[in-house]
């Protein structure tokens, strides 16, 4: 058991959750804001020894130099890397600290919106129509780049429509090659599909000036990725032909500090995680206690596991 536990901001534990925290340290603190700063983040885990972050805020050297105390991190959002990660990994392994995270908990809803607003946009049930007449998602070309879990289950969701899937990844994948998905360098992907979905880890710039033009115009983007897989001014000079077209859930997907592409014609953000669904909460709290009863069991095979660099 733990001495004190702190989440140092909201990190989405179901109520049942957030009672069997108690069970894992004699004091449990929550904070229900989001620290403004260092320092406030360093008030806030004082002498704790465990601490629970979303990814909202980072914990960097300075803050684990400054609390010695730490023995272990757990991250309520997805960990990919250490590069993409807003806990200083390197650090914190250095320290002596193990951080676990965790993945794959708000996939579905992410497949459900890019279903709902494809098949919306392409029928024309919501206003605006991509051709003349309705289409189904039958034959529809479709491009996956990042073959990882929500690349795979939209890919599958789409498949089951009848769509006509390639993908690009940075391996290959014998598995979905096998189930129909055709690999196809990224430069040819680009250039012969008509719908491309993004499913790329944080902070992974992947399409710009060169790929928007392999990819021509008369096209559908979809980013799924928690933040922009493009450049923006590439996606701004893209949208600026007049008939393509740009879907993210959240203002973070589109990447946009300025916030004027959030009402540009061609750009369809609903400004609204499709990965926090109810369920996706009951799976991040699920997972989240996991790795903490998984730590508390034993933490030198919770280290030896992981590297001090994630459980996920």
Not at 78 to 89: K, M, P, R, T
Not at 126 to 150: A, R
Not at 294 to 299: G, N, S, W
Request: net charge negative.
């Amino acid at each position: 058991m733990f001495r004190k536990l702190v989440a140092i901001e909201p990190v989405g534990l179901i109520p049942a959750a957030r009672q069997k925290l108690r069970e894992y340290a004699a004091e449990v603190v929550e904070y229900g804001d989001i620290p403004s700063d260092n320092g406030e983040i360093i008030d806030r885990i004082g002498d704790a020894e465990a601490v629970l972050l979303s990814y909202t805020s980072r914990i960097d050297r300075a803050v684990l130099a400054a609390c010695p105390g730490i023995r272990y991190i757990g991250m309520c959002c997805s960990l990919y890397s250490e590069e993409s990660a807003n806990v200083d990994i390197r650090a914190a392994r250095e320290q002596g600290v193990t951080v676990s995270g965790i993945r794959d908990y708000g996939d579905p809803g992410v497949v459900e919106y890019v279903a709902s607003e494809l098949i919306r946009f392409l029928q024309g049930f919501g206003g605006s129509q991509w051709q003349e007449m309705p289409v189904e998602l039958t034959d529809l070309k479709v491009g996956i780049i990042g073959l990882g879990t929500t690349g795979r289950l939209i890919a599958a969701g789409l498949q089951a429509f009848g769509a006509d899937l390639r993908y690009f990844s940075r391996t290959r994948k014998p598995d979905a090659e096998a189930a129909g998905i055709r690999y196809l360098p990224l430069p040819e992907l680009l250039a012969t599909v008509d719908v491309v979905c993004t499913c790329l880890n944080k902070n992974v710039i992947l399409l710009r000036e060169e790929q928007f033009e392999q990819l021509g115009h008369h096209k559908i983007l979809f980013n799924t990725s928690i933040g922009p897989s493009h450049d923006i001014d590439a996606l701004d000079r893209w949208l600026a032909h007049g008939d393509n077209e740009f879907f993210c859930d959240t203002a973070g997907a589109l990447g946009d500090a300025s916030g004027r592409l959030l009402t540009h014609p061609h750009v369809h953000c609903v400004n609204r995680s499709a990965g926090r669904t109810r369920q996706a909460f009951d799976r991040l709290s699920q997972k989240v206690l996991a790795n903490i009863e998984a730590f508390l069991a034993d933490p030198a095979a919770t280290e030896k596991e992981t590297g001090a660099s994630g459980r996920t």
